[in-house]
């Protein structure tokens, strides 16, 4: 069992950039990857990116490329999301999750959940 607490969410302008944590706890050394993932009203939940908790592996989905960066610590159980340039079409609710398995993008394979935190990005 994972439990993850993310923060650094809010209101942004566009142009402008927020950086997401996620602070894991309980039984980390199971974790295969860190996960960020988006859901925005009316739309389903949305691979944002990954990174291999041990080891060497970072994913990304199409929107965010060039624009966002994940990171971990893995002194501090920490997984970061970096984001810059935010655009509007960003709002969503920005969720971590940890996964046991070798697949980042599929939501399926994340057992562990955070609440999320809002980001809003205004034009």
């Known amino acids: 069992q994972v439990q993850l607490v993310e923060s650094g969410g809010g209101l942004v302008q566009a142009g402008g950039s927020l950086r997401l944590s996620c602070a894991a706890s309980?039984?980390?050394?199971?974790?295969?990857?860190m996960g960020w993932f988006r859901q925005a009203p009316g739309k389903e939940r949305e691979f944002v990116a990954a990174?291999?908790?041990?080891?060497?592996?970072?994913y990304y989905a199409d929107s965010g490329k060039g624009r966002f960066t994940i990171s971990r610590d893995n002194a501090k159980n920490t997984v970061y999301l970096q984001m810059n340039s935010l655009k509007p079409e960003d709002t969503a609710a920005y969720s971590c999750?940890?996964?046991?398995?070798?697949?980042?993008?599929?939501?399926?394979?994340?057992?562990?959940w955070g609440q999320g935190t809002q980001v809003t990005v205004s034009s």
């Open positions: 309980g039984r980390t050394f199971s974790i295969s990857y």
């Open positions: 990174v291999r908790w041990s080891g060497i592996g970072t």
């Open positions: 999750a940890s996964s046991l398995n070798s697949v980042p993008k599929d939501p399926a394979f994340y057992p562990s």
